[in-house]
């Protein structure tokens, strides 16, 4: 119950078009839900962040779409650039006591020039 | 602001051997945390504090202890390493956000442990 399931494993897509990584979870006492950016060598970075009282969430290139009923959370990632090339983790967390997060298994993306 | 710090950044230990690595933040966060990154596994919780002088389990705490001695630092102690540690460690921080709920966690840049 405390798990968060990421899918695909690894993506690669072309210069300027979408990355989409999917996220999906069953505890429904989560109510937090970042993705983190990692490149090679670095610690994760947060990228964007949802909460539950939204459905999507746009930053820049970077959107969360956020469906409650389904208990699933996505990262788009529009125009996407060789820059974006990195492993992206989702992660969900606890409105209360300990704040942990739980991560998902990561994604590693590639975005060929 | 430095943000996370971790020393050192790599390490090469014996079977058997004691090792601690240092988490440092200065941005006087309450929670902080030690994670273990190993492929296709994620990030998985070791150990996490939620303020100076308490500390609890994570996922994945056998084998390693932690202290929270000064609210800035974190240590996590490998008192008799096994090849089995072999991975990276990642320290993170948090603080509370205003409305009670959970905080973005800042990493610092990892630990890459080797035991042979």
């Known amino acids: 119950q405390q798990q968060v399931k990421q899918s695909p494993q690894s993506l690669i897509v072309q210069k300027g078009g979408i990355s989409i990584i999917n996220c999906a979870y069953e505890?429904?006492?989560?109510?937090?839900f970042p993705w983190y950016q990692q490149f090679p060598g670095k610690g994760p970075a947060l990228l964007i962040a949802i909460r539950p009282d939204v459905s999507e969430k746009k930053e820049g290139r970077f959107t969360i779409s956020f469906n409650k009923s389904a208990k699933q959370f996505s990262l788009h990632i529009m125009d996407s650039q060789p820059g974006d090339s990195a492993t992206y983790f989702c992660a969900a967390s606890f409105n209360s006591g300990t704040y942990k997060y739980i991560f998902g298994t990561g994604t590693r993306l590639k975005v060929l020039a | 602001n430095a943000g996370v710090t971790q020393t050192p950044k790599f390490r090469v230990l014996k079977t058997g051997q004691s090792m601690t690595l240092l988490c440092a933040q200065d941005?006087?966060?309450?929670?902080m945390y030690w994670y273990r990154q190993d492929p296709g596994m994620g990030l998985r919780l070791i150990h996490y504090s939620v303020g100076e002088g308490t500390t609890a389990k994570g996922e994945v705490p056998d084998g390693y202890n932690v202290s929270r001695l000064k609210k800035q630092n974190f240590l996590l102690g490998l008192e008799s390493a096994a090849p089995s540690q072999t991975s990276v460690y990642f320290c993170?921080?948090?603080?509370?956000?205003?409305?009670?709920?959970?905080?973005?966690?800042?990493f610092g840049p990892g630990t890459r442990l080797l035991v042979l």
């Open positions: 941005m006087n966060h309450e929670y």
């Open positions: 993170a921080s948090s603080s509370l956000s205003t409305s009670g709920g959970a905080e973005t966690q800042y």
């Open positions: 505890n429904t006492a989560f109510d937090y």
